[in-house]
């Protein structure tokens, strides 16, 4: 099994939405992706924002924590149990309106009500991880 580090964000515009994004288009999570070598987490996070949003424009602030779990399986049921993500994740405020992916690989990005996020969520412990923070951000 692999075990990988990933990085991403909690983005909220001034609504009180949060975006989600469409992975392989046959799954949601929160927008994030690998550590390429010599990034650090923050910086990672920011880069995958740009590439699963389109958004540029971001402010810190603060570090949201991390867990592990396993790669969303291909079609978007189960788990991949051939990589374990270390997934670590930073609040950010953005004034975006218009969201628009550069990366093929994720598809579509939506703002979505926070307290509507879980729902849309695929993977349980991506669900469980943003239950633990979602009354910390409003």
Request: net charge negative.
């Amino acid at each position: 099994m692999k075990e990988t580090e990933s990085a991403g964000g909690v983005v909220l515009n001034s609504r009180g939405e949060v975006v989600v994004v469409s992975q392989r288009g046959d799954s949601w999570s929160l927008p994030k992706g690998h550590l390429d070598p010599g990034e650090n987490a923050r910086e990672t996070a920011v880069r995958e924002i740009e590439e699963e949003c389109g958004i540029t424009k971001l402010e810190y602030v603060r570090d949201l924590g991390s867990y592990e779990r396993y790669r969303i399986a291909k079609g978007g049921v189960g788990d991949d149990t051939s990589e374990l993500k270390r997934l670590h994740l930073f609040l950010f405020k953005a004034e975006a309106e218009s969201l628009v992916p550069i990366d093929p690989e994720n598809p579509e990005a939506r703002w979505v009500p926070l307290a509507k996020v879980v729902d849309l969520l695929t993977h349980p412990k991506d669900k469980e991880f943003f239950r633990s923070i979602q009354s910390s951000l409003s």
